[in-house]
């Protein structure tokens, strides 16, 4: 139907799909470089952790990439979880998108149940399938936007897909999805802003890894 890439061509910022592959890609090599060089962290009881520190790599890549890009954008940080060191989520708005990441199993596969994620999905409410694309897309522009999900994720802790999707109400199934795994990364200093980006996730690993045990005691996993 081409409903999101139309609007993502039409009302968003053209380096947006671009910057949000790029954190996620730089958070999984940055994982890899941390079970490859680290021997504590290749340990059996480590692997349950694992998952934690891609969810915060992930948050910090995000943060990080947008800053340094200059696309304007507002994040909020919250919490779903009633654990000190429980799930976090970061909500991102900017022109033409309110967003929020999540890992899932395969391409098409939508996150598991959330509150937040089904309130978000109201702003998509005005989506029918059986409406004729461009009336749909003169409903949601950069001042009306809807609610993306931004899922990323394949097998044996390794990155082969990421998505921006328009989820439908209730976050059921999709409306739309484009795949930006390869997106291009239409930033002037993309060069610079990946080293820095390896610097701020080598200052936040240890805290991570930290969260990540603690987080994995109290939840007796």
């Not at 915060?56 to 000190?84: C, M």
């Not at 998505?163 to 291009?184: E, K, M």
Request: charged share 30%; with cysteine.
């Amino acid at each position: 139907m081409k409903i999101l890439s139309n609007h993502l061509e039409n009302n968003c910022d053209k380096r947006l799909s671009g910057a949000l592959s790029l954190s996620v890609r730089e958070a999984y090599r940055f994982l890899d470089e941390l079970v490859e060089n680290e021997k504590i962290f290749q340990r059996q009881e480590m692997k349950k952790v694992w998952g934690y520190v891609r969810h915060g790599l992930v948050d910090v890549g995000l943060k990080r990439v947008l800053k340094s890009s200059n696309i304007p954008h507002e994040i909020a940080d919250e919490t779903s979880s009633r654990y000190p060191n429980g799930h976090t989520y970061v909500m991102i708005e900017t022109k033409g998108a309110i967003l929020t990441p999540a890992k899932v199993l395969k391409p098409q596969s939508v996150p598991k149940k959330a509150i937040f994620r089904d309130r978000g999905s109201l702003l998509n409410k005005q989506y029918d399938l059986f409406t004729d694309p461009e009336d749909l897309n003169q409903k949601y522009d950069e001042n009306n936007p809807p609610f993306l999900l931004l899922t990323y994720g394949g097998s044996a802790h390794k990155l082969e897909f990421v998505r921006l999707g328009i989820p439908d109400l209730g976050v059921s199934g999709w409306i739309d999805q484009v795949d930006i795994t390869n997106a291009p990364v239409l930033l002037a200093n993309s060069e610079d802003i990946s080293n820095d980006l390896q610097l701020t996730f080598t200052s936040e690993a240890e805290e991570l890894i930290r969260r990540g045990e603690d987080y994995a005691r109290e939840k007796g996993i």
